[in-house]
Nanobody, 126 residues
Framework: QLQLVESGGDLAQPGGSLRLSCAAS????????IGWFRQAPGKEREGVSC????????YYADSVKGRFAIARDDAKNTVYLQMDSLKPEDTSVYYC???????????????????WGQGTQVTVSS
């Protein structure tokens, strides 16, 4: 059935890189807006990045602009989050989420999304 599975989380050094994957089954990601969110211990979940459906715009939180990049591989039905120049404050569980809504008012708002993965842990520490 409809499912999102994140992978790629790991332990990284400050300044290092990781590439997270969000693989879909049961539906075609090309038709969905996909967001990446993260939640650190004791903090609220925050929107990190978003790619709109069918070749639409991408969005980034100010805290990750210039360091993270979101991309789709429609052939693999997968969305990636390339994370470069990692900082300790990037340490979080990262989640991908999807919505089929045609109108998305706030692409980085949790309430916009209907389907969620289980998360993958990213730890940035020296």
């Amino acid at each position: 059935q409809l499912q999102l599975v994140e992978s790629g989380g790991d332990l990284a050094q400050p300044g290092g890189s990781l590439r997270l994957s969000c693989a879909a089954s049961g539906f075609t990601l090309h038709d969905y807006t996909i967001g990446w969110f993260r939640q650190a211990p004791g903090k609220e979940r925050e929107g990190v990045s978003c790619t709109r459906s069918r070749g639409g715009s991408t969005y980034y939180a100010d805290s990750v602009k210039g360091r993270f990049a979101i991309a789709r591989d429609d052939a693999k039905n997968t969305v990636y989050l390339q994370m470069d120049s990692l900082k300790p404050e990037d340490t979080s569980v990262y989640y991908c989420a999807a919505t089929r809504a045609k109108v998305v008012f706030d692409p980085l708002a949790e309430y916009e999304y209907d389907y969620w993965g289980q998360g993958t842990q990213v730890t940035v520490s020296s």
